[in-house]
């Protein structure tokens, strides 16, 4: 079965400034899909990035970048020049092929001033 | 806005009772989600359709179940409601293929509180 982990329950981080999360999965599967989705104080859950892991690129969207090292089994996720909205929980989420998602615990980021 | 509609936003109501939560998925899209999501047990994924067909289960109870309809959005029906039962229900839908499309978008969620 696949597990996600995230071992940072709570980081913080000034605005402006860089913060990296962490998740760690463990799957047998070679080719799965691997998500970083955020959740606001509102509880919606949105997409922040997605990453293919045929794919030996990192993805990147604006400020977010993922670090996927797939021998390592590990899917950072940077946020460059934090904002005060970018305060939320982060969940790093695997998912097989037109699967279900399966979460990790979550990071609380909290940008201050 | 993901697209992905739920509905009622809040529901409270009291142990024993049943409920139905709505989702409509996005335009074009064939698969539907549901997960719960509890401060104990975290994000779980309850179950999923596609195109009208169950395709996977995942931790649900046997008090709960769902469909998918012709039109494509489902409901979510929960009864004999316990206090444990309370949490923040996610409806997520997706293309439902494999590929770069296949990618979750969810809706805002339906609070259930049962007292």
């Known amino acids: 079965a696949q597990t996600v982990t995230q071992s940072q329950p709570e980081m913080s981080v000034q605005e402006a400034e860089t913060v990296t999360l962490s998740c760690t999965y463990d799957?047998?599967?070679?080719?799965?899909?691997l998500f970083w989705y955020k959740q606001p104080p509102s509880r919606q859950m949105i997409l922040v990035i997605r990453?293919?892991?045929?794919?030996?690129q990192n993805a990147t969207e604006n400020r977010f970048s993922v670090n996927f090292q797939k021998a390592a089994k590990s899917f950072s996720l940077k946020i460059s020049d934090s904002q005060l909205g970018d305060t939320a929980m982060y969940f790093c989420a695997f998912m097989k092929h037109a699967d279900k998602l399966i979460f990790g615990t979550g990071t609380r980021l909290q940008v201050f001033p | 806005d993901s697209g992905v509609t739920q509905t009622p936003k809040h529901l409270i109501t009291a142990t024993g009772q049943r409920v139905t939560l709505r989702c409509s998925p996005r335009?074009?899209?064939?698969?539907v989600y549901w997960y719960q999501q509890s401060l104990d047990q975290g994000l779980q994924f309850l179950i999923q359709?596609?195109?009208?067909?169950?395709?996977a289960k995942g931790n649900i109870l046997e008090r709960f179940s769902a469909q998918q309809f012709p039109d494509l959005h489902s409901e979510l029906n929960l009864s004999s409601l316990e206090l444990g039962d309370s949490a923040l229900y996610f409806c997520?839908?997706?293309?439902?293929?494999?590929?770069?499309?296949?990618?979750?978008?969810f809706g805002p969620g339906t609070r259930l509180t049962v007292l």
């Open positions: 990453q293919e892991a045929y794919k030996q």
């Open positions: 359709y596609y195109n009208g067909e169950e395709r």
């Open positions: 335009s074009g899209d064939l698969s």
């Open positions: 799957t047998s599967e070679s080719n799965y899909y």
């Open positions: 997520a839908s997706s293309v439902g293929t494999s590929g770069y499309l296949d990618t979750q978008y």
